[in-house]
């Protein structure tokens, strides 16, 4: 059996992500790139990603919270396409909901931290890299300075907060992301952040070289098994409750013959 489609030419971490909880919903998503219909959860993030971002793209005195509401008409034709809207069914009380949560969130985060007093080294900081063979792809929400000349990783979180009791898997794409900064720009960052915005609450945990080896090799072994797939023209399901229950290709995957479960 061949697969069509060419293999993507770079892994991000959420795609990894994707792989490692079942090979098929990497090939889906990954290589034949079938849609995943927008939900609520989604859109609301990338609503709020928009704001926080333009927000940084102005000078340091200029990010205040009246700016950075600016931004939401904006976000409003940027992320509410119509495929967006159709996907969400969306009607005037979905987006006032959704106009709501944004502006507790804004409000929030400013409470969180004074956006004036923040030095960063890129926002939507595209990186680039190869590691040990595998070509990684990584788009950071926010690379800090901090005042003692650190790097920091900051994430924007619009989501539940996380049961600590499984920081290996809520830090698994940033703690990636720093091995990606360590070769691109030859310095480990320090630190991760992931900024609970709707819940005005931070989550850090220490960058060591211990886990950004660990990370690096878990994406080269995965980058050398999606090749493997590819060549022999399919990518095992592994269907579960827990990898199955938000699966967007759960129709097509029973249909196919998986037994995904209920
Ligand atoms: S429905 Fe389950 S088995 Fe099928 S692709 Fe999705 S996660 Fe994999």
Not at 192 to 204: D, N, P, S, T
Not at 210 to 218: E, F, I, K, M, Q
Request: with cysteine.
């Amino acid at each position: 059996m061949t697969i069509e489609q060419p293999l993507p030419r770079a892994l991000s971490p959420s795609r990894l992500q994707d792989f490692q909880a079942c090979p098929r919903r990497y090939q889906y998503a990954s290589i034949e790139r079938i849609p995943q219909p927008a939900s609520y959860a989604t859109a609301k993030g990338r609503f709020v990603h928009y704001v926080f971002e333009h927000l940084y793209q102005l000078d340091a005195p200029e990010r205040v919270i009246e700016r950075a509401r600016e931004f939401v008409t904006p976000a409003i034709d940027e992320i509410l396409t119509e495929q967006v809207r159709l996907d969400l069914e969306m009607d005037d009380a979905m987006l006032a909901r959704l106009l709501s949560e944004t502006e507790a969130i804004i409000v929030t985060y400013f409470e969180m931290e004074d956006p004036r007093d923040v030095h960063h080294e890129g926002v939507e900081l595209r990186l680039n890299v190869t590691i040990d063979g595998a070509p990684l792809l990584g788009i950071l929400d926010r690379l800090d300075r901090d005042v003692d000349g650190d790097l920091v990783i900051v994430d924007y979180k619009t989501g539940a907060l996380p049961n600590r009791n499984f920081d290996a898997k809520t830090f698994a794409n940033t703690e990636l992301y720093a091995a990606l900064c360590e070769e691109k720009l030859g310095e480990r960052p320090t630190k991760i952040r992931l900024l609970y915005v709707a819940h005005g609450q931070a989550v850090e945990r220490p960058v060591t070289e211990v886990v950004v080896r660990a990370r690096s090799t878990a994406a080269a072994t995965a980058w050398g098994r999606i090749n493997e797939f590819y060549q022999d023209g399919a990518f095992p399901a592994t269907p579960s409750i827990n990898t199955c229950r938000f699966c967007a290709y759960r129709d097509r995957c029973r249909d196919s013959g998986v037994a995904v479960p209920l």
